[in-house]
Structure formats: structure tokens, C-alpha cells
């Protein structure tokens, strides 16, 4: 469960589905789009916007008296909402796009770990429950406890 690059580690399989119902979530999938889709994204979108905002500095220029100041207000605002939204080159992590992608990565590896985990433990429940349904001591088990008395006595 790593990534094909060798970073961050990567979630695998469907999950959540069963015989009686189905609920599939491609957690790879969900990973990739947080690691790659959006960052794709906001990086054509920061390149664009970065050419617009070149293209209007430069009208700029041309502008005096107080059509200059509400020209450059507004560029400064403009600057501040991409930068809240789409972060900086030197810091895209700051940009609220960034931070939902990498949401997505961590909600992502939270539910492969989660699943992996359940899985493991359901399986030694059936481990457990095999031996004892076969007669054999269950022996001595991480979480197994006392045995006695037997549950029929409870």
C-alpha cells in the first residue's frame, strides 16, 4: 500500500460491499484524486489566472488618478481571493483547494486502514470460533480472556 513513486502510502481495493448490498468507494481512486486530479487542476487554473493577472498589471500602467487606485484595489483584492483559494507557487498549501485534496488523501488512507483493520480482526474471530467449533482450546490469545464460564452459563 504505497505509492508508485515511492512516497506517501497508497489505499487499495473497493470496500464496503457484500452479498447484500453494495457500497463500493475506489479508495485508490479517491487517493489519486486528492494526489494528483486537483492539484492538476489548481495548478492549469493558477497558470491561467497568472496570465490574466500579467495581462491586467500591464493595462494597468495606462491608468491614473483614481480609476489607477480602483484598478489596483481590485487586482489587490483579486491577488488576496486566488491566493486564499488556490495558495501561492512557493506555498500551495495554503490554498483551501490544496487543503481539500489533501483531505481526500487522509480521508482516503484513513478508510484503507480502517477497513484493513476490521478484516484482520473478523478474521481472527473466525480463526477463534473455528477451533473452539472444532473442539480445540482456543489457547492463549491476545483479547481472549477468561473462557469461563461457558457462554451457555451466562
Not at 77 to 86: E, I, Y
Not at 117 to 131: A, G, S
Not at 142 to 153: K, L, R, W
Request: glycine content about 12%; proline content about 5%.
Amino acid at each position: 500500500m504505497t505509492s508508485p513513486t515511492g512516497g506517501a502510502p497508497v489505499p487499495t481495493g473497493t470496500t464496503y460491499s457484500s452479498g447484500d448490498a453494495d457500497l463500493v468507494m475506489d479508495l485508490a481512486g479517491v487517493w489519486a484524486i486528492g494526489k494528483n486530479t486537483i492539484p492538476g487542476y489548481v495548478d492549469e487554473l493558477v497558470d491561467a489566472l497568472d496570465r490574466i493577472t500579467n495581462a491586467l498589471e500591464s493595462i494597468e500602467l495606462n491608468w491614473a488618478g483614481s480609476s489607477q487606485r480602483e484598478a489596483q484595489d481590485i487586482n489587490d483584492r483579486w491577488q488576496a481571493c486566488a491566493r486564499s483559494l488556490f495558495g501561492t507557487k512557493q506555498q500551495p498549501e495554503l490554498g483551501v483547494l490544496n487543503r481539500i485534496a489533501g483531505g481526500l488523501q487522509g480521508a482516503a488512507l484513513n478508510m484503507s486502514v480502517a477497513e484493513s483493520q476490521i478484516v484482520d480482526l473478523w478474521q481472527k474471530y473466525i480463526d477463534l470460533l473455528n477451533k473452539m467449533l472444532a473442539g480445540q482450546d482456543p489457547g492463549d490469545t491476545a483479547g481472549g480472556g477468561d473462557h469461563t464460564p461457558p457462554i451457555s452459563e451466562v
